[in-house]
């Protein structure tokens, strides 16, 4: 399992999750993944886990995340760790673009199995 070499932002498709939300799979192998995650205003990735290492890097917007039990704002230029098996959310607060990588890939985003955990807070 491996992906193409380069993927140019002007050539690919967005996604679409729902809930205002929609992601751009960007590289892989077995062993690493990275994606591109846009956000709406009030889009929420909903609390859940999994056991693969995440670290997320905010490409732009503001966004309150929980992990764990810790509760942080975090704005463009920031990022945060997500250990496997923790319970963690996000709200999108301001519009914006995260960039998720994944340890190991993220093989249900490939084949399609994910459940979806993307909402909107303006919904709720």
């Known amino acids: 399992m ?3 070499v380069f993927y140019l932002a002007d050539e690919m498709k967005w996604e679409e999750l ?3 939300v929609s ?3 960007m590289g892989f192998n077995t062993q690493i993944m ?3 995650v846009k956000f709406n205003k009030g889009s929420i990735g909903s609390l859940h886990r999994h056991l693969h290492s995440q670290t ?7 966004f309150e995340f929980t992990v764990g039990h810790d509760v942080q704002i975090i704005n463009q230029g920031d990022s945060v760790y997500i ?7 996000a709200l999108c607060l301001q519009e914006g673009i995260l960039i998720d990588v ?6 249900d985003f ?7 955990y993307f909402g909107n807070d303006n919904a709720r």
């Open 2 to 4: 491996e992906s193409k």
């Open 18 to 20: 729902g809930g205002g």
């Open 23 to 25: 992601r751009q799979i």
């Open 34 to 36: 990275m994606v591109k």
């Open 56 to 62: 997320t890097y905010v490409a732009s917007g503001t």
């Open 83 to 89: 250990r496997p098996d923790i319970l963690h959310t």
């Open 102 to 107: 994944f340890s190991p890939a993220r093989e």
């Open 110 to 116: 490939l084949d399609g199995t994910v459940v979806s």
